[in-house]
């Protein structure tokens, strides 16, 4: 297991928005977390690289171990933690800067300044990503020319030159169109060789297709975590029939 948390509660002031969750993620696998919306999924996804630090009257109790050590230890290195845990968000966020300078943004970060290190960086990443055919004659041209699927891409790519362990993703695919969708999902599907991905959707039907594991949160709640096969096919719970039955949600 690379990510453990135990009896985890998280509060904004008074108001619990998760209970007690228990989870154990995998290593190289995509874990899926599913539920309605204000159920606690994002949250859940940004505890693992600390974002709902950024929100004012935050409080967690319990742990949070990646490869046993805290996350929330007070010792712990919060931007090493960043490094190694990336985010990628529901929309884009390419900067407005060159296709180049996005790439090499956090390698420069780092203390990285050799032009021929930071020029195998940009293409290693965007190879990984499946753009650097595409853009190899483009790099100086801005990031924003591109369209949706390729500035997400890059996003991936703009983490991965970094070289974390973890990507979360957090509903990646729910500004892109249908096909652009199938080109991330198969992306993410190539690069769980190389790290550990966990991805928040409200598409049911990607969960099922590209989640090794899946949860279902209700509530702040983590009712159930299984196989994506299991979960889909034969849950326990009886909410978590009900909710991907279409009953609620």
Same mark, same amino acid.
């Given at each position: 297991?690379?990510?453990?948390?135990?009896?985890?509660?998280?509060?904004?002031?008074?108001? +619990?928005?998760?209970?007690?969750?228990?989870?154990?993620?995998?290593?190289?696998?995509? *874990?899926?977390?599913?539920?309605?919306?204000?159920?606690?999924?994002?949250?859940?996804?940004?505890?693992?690289?600390?974002?709902?630090?950024? =929100?004012?009257?935050?409080?967690?109790?319990?742990?949070? $171990? =990646?490869?046993?050590?805290?996350?929330?230890?007070?010792?712990?290195? $919060?931007?090493?933690?960043?490094?190694?845990? /990336?985010?990628?968000? +529901?929309?884009?966020?390419?900067?407005?800067?060159? =296709?180049?300078?996005?790439?090499?943004? /956090?390698?420069?970060?780092? /203390?990285?300044?050799?032009?021929?290190?930071?020029?195998?960086?940009?293409?290693?990443?965007?190879?990984?990503?499946?753009?650097?055919?595409?853009?190899?004659?483009?790099?100086?041209?801005?990031?924003?020319?591109?369209?949706?699927?390729?500035?997400?891409? $890059?996003?991936?790519?703009?983490?991965?030159?970094?070289?974390?362990?973890?990507?979360?993703?957090?509903?990646?695919?729910?500004? $892109?169109?249908?096909?652009?969708?199938?080109?991330?999902?198969?992306?993410?599907?190539?690069?769980?060789?190389?790290? *550990?991905?966990?991805?928040?959707?409200?598409?049911? +039907? +990607?969960?099922?297709? =590209?989640?090794?594991?899946?949860?279902?949160?209700?509530?702040?709640?983590?009712?159930?975590?299984?196989?994506?096969? *299991?979960?889909?096919?034969?849950?326990?719970?009886?909410?978590?029939?009900?909710?991907?039955?279409?009953?609620? /949600?």
């Amino acid at each position: 297991m690379i990510i453990r948390t135990a009896n985890l509660n998280l509060y904004y002031h008074k108001f +619990q928005a998760l209970k007690n969750v228990n989870v154990e993620i995998r290593r190289n696998v995509i *874990t899926g977390i599913i539920g309605p919306s204000g159920c606690g999924k994002s949250t859940l996804l940004r505890i693992f690289n600390r974002m709902n630090d950024l =929100i004012e009257g935050v409080r967690i109790t319990g742990s949070v $171990l =990646i490869d046993n050590e805290d996350i929330y230890s007070p010792m712990h290195d $919060l931007i090493l933690l960043r490094k190694r845990v /990336g985010l990628v968000f +529901q929309r884009p966020n390419a900067f407005p800067l060159s =296709i180049f300078d996005n790439i090499t943004y /956090g390698p420069r970060v780092w /203390g990285i300044s050799d032009k021929k290190t930071l020029t195998e960086i940009v293409e290693r990443s965007l190879t990984a990503v499946d753009l650097f055919d595409d853009l190899k004659d483009r790099l100086d041209c801005p990031a924003l020319s591109l369209s949706a699927e390729k500035q997400q891409r $890059l996003c991936i790519a703009r983490l991965l030159a970094v070289e974390p362990e973890i990507l979360l993703m957090d509903e990646p695919c729910s500004a $892109l169109d249908p096909i652009a969708t199938s080109k991330i999902e198969e992306l993410m599907i190539e690069l769980k060789k190389k790290y *550990t991905i966990i991805i928040v959707t409200h598409n049911m +039907q +990607q969960a099922a297709r =590209i989640a090794d594991e899946v949860g279902f949160m209700l509530l702040g709640e983590l009712v159930e975590f299984d196989t994506a096969k *299991t979960l889909f096919t034969s849950p326990n719970d009886r909410r978590t029939n009900d909710y991907i039955s279409g009953r609620f /949600g």
